[in-house]
């Protein structure tokens, strides 16, 4: 097939890169000049393992290129995909103005009929403001399709090859047997391609994540319980999760969501429901208590020094907001940074892959950058662990020890042992422990 993606961010690329590895030619438009030069010099603007390889393969065999021109990719195209930002607004509602002035330009350049798919993570009733924005626009005939994405940062590519499900919303047979024949490759062995109305696919993305968000605050909250009453929160983790009703995935306490995805998600879902009259009030709990999670480590790290932070320093070990990304948009690190040099005290971070992205749209040259775990520890007062990227979790304690001024570990994602720690003479605190 014939596909235009409009939006290089993390799901177009992505999706486009994805959708030219299966054998489709695949357009990719974006109005951001820099980015598209930089694109089509090699460079890959965001870190996302496999990504580079794929995406550098497709465009040398000549399935996948990238434009600021509609004109090179909508004309004759099967699918346009749009895959714009939909950053949330000052009330919390996500903002569509980016994905319709998508679709005017995907109507202006039509030179037939289309298949017109909501990739971005989009409120109830947006496709039918994308199916106006592109009636004005042209005569030639439609569908509008929801198609929302579930990828995980870190582990998107397996993700779009080998998805645990399609999800398809669309009032069309038309539309609907295309999309069946594109995402057919993906699904060859047995997992299924959920079809619905374009209403239900444009709410499942919300509710899938807010299902996720809340089982990270509700084992926050369980966490902090745990601390007060002398449980470990590791014991309670592995109790619930053998109940096959739970299971065991997102159990895990730790300094709180962010990303892209969760923050956002959280808060549109909140206002499309005030929109309708209701008041969910859970998830504007788990709202909170996130908010909240996100200053727990700095608070211990408070306490521990009774209050007074003034010429402490610390090594953080981890700024994104997960591993294997370089994405800090709602980072809890910036959170905790943040209060610590408020309180008075000096930061050497290090990230494996974040450090630039740090530097250039977050806190810039307010903290010190470290280019290994070990040096960022030289003369810290202690290590404050906040992203449980692979390569910290097997330290050595020895080598760290002697590194500290004093032997002291906040361990933001209990990626440590207490025990074999504390034997090892670390003051150790963790989250809910």
Same mark, same amino acid.
């Given at each position: ?61 000549? !399935? ?13 195209? #099967? ?22 002035? &998508? ?5 202006? #350049? ?8 909501? +990739? ?7 496709? $039918?403001?994308?199916?106006? $924005? ?58 299924? *391609? ?18 996720? $968000? ?8 369980? @966490? ?20 096959? !009703? ?21 808060? @549109? ?6 929109? #309708? ?37 610390? &090594? ?42 740090? +530097?250039? #749209?977050?806190?810039?040259?307010? *903290? ?66």
């Amino acid at each position: 097939m014939r596909i235009a993606v409009i939006g290089t961010g993390y799901v177009g690329l992505v999706a486009g890169t994805c959708f030219a590895e299966s054998g489709n030619t695949v357009t990719c438009i974006d109005i951001d000049k820099d980015k598209i030069d930089r694109l089509n010099s090699g460079e890959v603007p965001i870190y996302e393992p496999g990504l580079e390889e794929l995406l550098k393969r497709n465009v040398r065999d000549g !399935r996948l290129k990238f434009t600021t021109n509609y004109a090179e990719g909508v004309p004759n195209a #099967h699918i346009a995909f749009i895959a714009v930002g939909t950053p949330p607004g000052q009330d919390g509602s996500a903002d569509v103005k980016y994905v319709l002035a &998508a679709a005017r330009s995907i109507a202006e #350049h039509m030179t037939g009929y289309m298949v017109v798919v909501d +990739k971005s993570t989009v409120p109830v009733g947006t496709a $039918a403001r994308v199916s106006d $924005a592109i009636s004005g626009n042209t005569e030639h005939s439609f569908d509008v399709v929801s198609n929302p994405e579930f990828l995980k940062e870190g582990a998107a590519i397996a993700d779009f090859l080998k998805p645990d499900r399609v999800v398809i919303g669309s009032g069309s047979e038309r539309a609907t047997r295309l999309m069946d024949e594109l995402y057919e490759p993906f699904v060859r062995t047995g997992n299924p *391609i959920i079809h619905m109305a374009v209403a239900g696919a444009e709410l499942t993305k919300y509710a899938a994540n807010a299902m996720l $968000a809340t089982r990270i605050s509700f084992m926050n909250e369980i @966490a902090n319980l745990c601390a007060r009453v002398g449980a470990n929160v590791d014991d309670v983790r592995r109790g619930m999760g053998s109940d096959e !009703r739970i299971g065991s995935r997102f159990l895990f306490s730790g300094v709180g969501y962010g990303g892209s995805c969760f923050p956002k998600d959280v808060q @549109a879902i909140v206002k499309t429901a005030e929109v #309708h009259g209701y008041d969910f009030e859970i998830m504007k709990a788990v709202e909170s208590v996130n908010e909240s999670q996100k200053r727990l480590l700095f608070e211990m790290i408070n306490a521990h020094y009774g209050g007074d932070l003034t010429g402490k320093r610390f &090594a953080i070990w981890g700024l994104a907001f997960k591993p294997n990304t370089d994405d800090m948009r709602e980072a809890p690190a910036i959170v905790v940074i943040e209060a610590l040099l408020e309180a008075g005290a000096t930061v050497c971070a290090h990230d494996p892959e974040a450090v630039d992205e740090c +530097k250039r #749209h977050y806190l810039g040259d307010k *903290i010190e950058y470290s280019a290994s775990p070990l040096a960022a520890l030289q003369g810290a007062n202690a290590l404050v662990v906040i992203t449980e990227w692979n390569e910290f979790r097997r330290p050595d304690f020895d080598v760290v020890k002697e590194a500290l001024t004093e032997p002291i570990i906040f361990d933001g994602r209990n990626i440590y042992p207490r025990e074999t720690l504390e034997t090892a003479g670390f003051t150790y605190y963790g989250i809910g422990r």
